[in-house]
């Protein structure tokens, strides 16, 4: 939302922060045979990227060069590659017959919620450019995806990070948009892949663990 004398107001950086924190803690915190590769690299590949990242802009988004750009969407992207691929273990551990079901309905939980973090910073980055184009860009760009607050007419309203967290987990949530309307063919392929991730995880995984559960 613009400041009182129309001059834009940049958006906050500490959301998304906190956000990615959290996600790599739940990496961290996995069981250590769901190991894929070696679990510090994770960690540390994340605090390469973040720390230049917050130092250009520590509060605000108020600057952004070519490189700090692909670092941070090379970082979402990162985050929900390397999830997917915790997915694909949950499977493996399933079919094996051999998993241990508390541990995997643990699994399915910390690999849910990451998802949704992932996916909330992957659309936070790519509509409209991500937060400084959206902003303090001086061209407009076109919309991935059109919010409710946008169909009322002319407003100064300005997306932010946690409405795209919040569409991520209602995306993940009704596996279909409820939230905001996606509008490009990146927007609908990406809403697809964390749907069906989405659907995976409750359907095969949550319900397999709870039938093991039950000496199924």
């Given at each position: 939302m613009p400041d009182t004398d129309g001059t834009p107001t940049a958006e906050h950086r500490w959301p998304a922060l906190i956000a990615i924190v959290v996600a790599v803690l739940i990496y961290v915190l996995l069981p250590p045979h769901a190991e894929v590769i070696p679990r510090w690299i994770v960690p540390v590949a994340a605090a390469l990227?973040?720390?230049p990242l917050t130092i250009l802009n520590p509060h605000r988004?108020?600057?952004e060069t070519t490189w700090s750009r692909w670092m941070s969407i090379g970082l979402a992207f990162g985050l929900a590659v390397v999830n997917q691929v915790e997915v694909a273990t949950i499977v493996v551990e399933l079919l094996k017959g051999s998993a241990d079901a508390p541990?995997?309905?643990?699994?399915?939980?910390?690999?849910?919620?990451?998802?949704?973090?992932a996916f909330g910073l992957i659309y936070w980055e790519l509509d409209r450019s991500g937060p400084f184009a959206r902003r303090m860009g001086s061209e407009p760009v076109a919309p991935d995806f059109r919010f409710p607050q946008e169909d009322a007419g002319p407003t100064s309203w300005q997306s932010g990070f946690t409405d795209y967290l919040y569409f991520s987990l209602s995306n993940q949530m009704a596996f279909s948009p409820t939230d905001a309307m996606p509008l490009t063919s990146r927007a609908k392929a990406l809403m697809g892949i964390?749907?069906?991730?989405?659907?995976?995880?409750l359907?095969?995984?949550?319900?397999?663990?709870?039938?093991?559960?039950g000496g199924g």
């Open positions: 990227l973040l720390i988004f108020t600057r541990v995997v309905l643990l699994m399915a939980l910390q690999v849910w919620v990451t998802n949704v973090i964390q749907a069906f991730t989405g659907f995976v995880l359907a095969l995984v949550i319900a397999r663990a709870v039938n093991i559960v």
